[in-house]
């Protein structure tokens, strides 16, 4: 089935629906620390020009004055928060609050009043107070950029949604080790959990 048939299904189905953008705004930067920008750790394919395009984004946010939230992936020095989570990624156990792997790219440099979140598991909201700071802050509308496309910003993202966030994944913004799972998350979370756009599509935009 060619990739025009199987959207042209979920669209007849009713999949697909756009979601009407609403202020306040937030922006969360999904794991764009250096063991994922790095390819001879955990980085690769298209993540690195999602960092450098999430400069621009990252410029937008704080001339709106969105809420500008990161995450780090971090985990104890002993291992004692271990997972399965890291039985599948051993690797996973190497980001500790020191490591340099575990540090956000110095390209996105977090802000005072910026939230830092530490996360052990691929959703940023999992075990975390972002939803609850998101709230308070009053964000309705949250975009996502960040890495891995298929990983843990979809797991965010679709967390976003049941938290009641309006997600919108910044195609040119997130990035994946692998291009064929950027592209089929992509086009999958499109039809079922978020709006998309193009960076210069939310540089367009006026009412948020």
């Excluded at 009713?14 to 390819?39: C, K, M, R, S």
């Excluded at 992936?73 to 051993?90: I, L, M, R």
């Excluded at 340099?100 to 959703?123: H, N, T, W, Y």
């Amino acid at each position: 089935m060619s990739k025009q048939t199987e959207q042209t299904v979920y669209e007849r189905q009713g999949f697909g629906q756009g979601l009407e953008l609403t202020p306040p705004a937030g922006l969360l930067i999904v794991d764009f620390i250096n063991g994922f920008a790095d390819p001879d750790v955990f980085g690769g394919g298209n993540i690195r020009p999602a960092v450098e395009k999430t400069r621009k984004l990252l410029s937008l946010a704080r001339e709106r004055g969105w809420l500008v939230s990161y995450t780090r992936v971090v985990y104890s020095e002993d291992g004692s928060d271990a997972n399965v989570f890291t039985d599948k990624v051993p690797g996973c156990l190497e980001f500790t609050e020191t490591s340099a792997l575990s540090q956000v790219v110095p390209d996105l440099p977090p802000a005072p009043g910026d939230l830092v979140i530490r996360k052990q598991f691929p959703s940023a909201f999992f075990g975390t107070h972002l939803a609850s700071s998101l709230a308070m802050h009053g964000v309705k509308t949250l975009f996502i950029s960040g890495a891995t496309t298929s990983g843990c910003v979809r797991a965010s993202a679709v967390d976003a949604m049941c938290h009641g966030f309006k997600p919108v994944i910044v195609e040119d913004c997130v990035g994946d080790r692998s291009i064929a799972q950027h592209e089929a998350n992509l086009f999958d979370m499109k039809m079922k959990y978020t709006q998309n756009m193009q960076l210069d599509e939310v540089e367009a935009l006026t009412s948020l």
